[in-house]
């Protein structure tokens, strides 16, 4: 009888301190993150809580997936934009975001870093977060397990490069499409995967207006959430000033994501990502007009012109994907109207195209 009281002792003890265990912690601005000197100024929308992300061991946040867990209150948002950086439409986002005095995640895919390094630092120093989408935005769904891993290490390696410092191990998974294998990969690596639970639909239509209702109307109905938004879009970034200034007159609180630890980059793509990165430089010496260009000539970057429908496309929540399938009347009813669901061969055929294009030339 004593031993099983103090079984059940111990028993309680132990999970008594694995529920006080953290998983995310609020940390004080200006710790790890930078305060900015508006950050008191209530007629803007700031920053309300900076919460800390501990990736050990892997984590999944918000989302529908079963395992994942959710840290917003109602009221709260947070900000993310997928797929840059690009210039022409991440800058108007930075400076929107600077004008409100708030903070939002990038996740950066690993080809439009390379495109564009100095931007990199000009968002990590606005002091955003910046995690990583993979290398060329393949839909690890319908690739191999090594590959899949290439995709993500290029991405990490790169755009620690490209900022000066490992970047932070939080990722997105593009079209929102993982594998159990890849999901495993990245607890091993201990990088967290930030999900979505208010999409955009930004890659739908063209009209700012739309976005913009999208990402309220649905706020209205779940009261709180990480909004996907994607910062290759220019009616994505109009609209940005407006929505935020919406969020701050309807009372919604924006929420830093900020991870715990930093990601351990792998030596042999560190190397050829330096590798890349100096190329990069090699050709802006040689020709100035290649600074900046949105379509570096060794791969197959997205770009305004050139995203491909597909590239662009991203899996919905499974609640958003009825809705998603029906006409957009909002936007007048030219939106496409066609299922979300895009058949595996196409994106087969399009990763075929692109790796002879030959992306992996300093990844191999
Ligand atoms: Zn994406």
Redesign the pocket.
Known sequence: MRQAFAYTLAVATFLGLAAHTPLWAEIEAGGSVKADACAGDTTRLGVSRIVEIDTAGGVDVGGDKASAKHLLNDGEVVLTF??GPMKSVTGPILKALAAQCTKATF?M?GQMALADPDLVKEVIDAGHTVGT?TWS?KNIHVISTAKAQQEIEAAVSLVSKAKGSPVSPLF?F??LNSTKQTEAYLKTRNIGTIWVDIDSKDYRTRSAKVVEQNILSQLAKEKKGIILM?DIHPWTAAQVPDLLKELHDRGYKVVQLVPKGQTETIASYDAAAEKALSAKLAAKKANPMVSRSIVWPMSAAPTAENVPSAG?R?RLPARYRKVATKPDVADGGSDDAAPVKIPVSKYRRAGKAKDDASPWQFFN
Do not use: K, S
């Open positions: 997928d797929d996740f895919v989408h935005h997105r593009p079209y994607h662009t991203h």
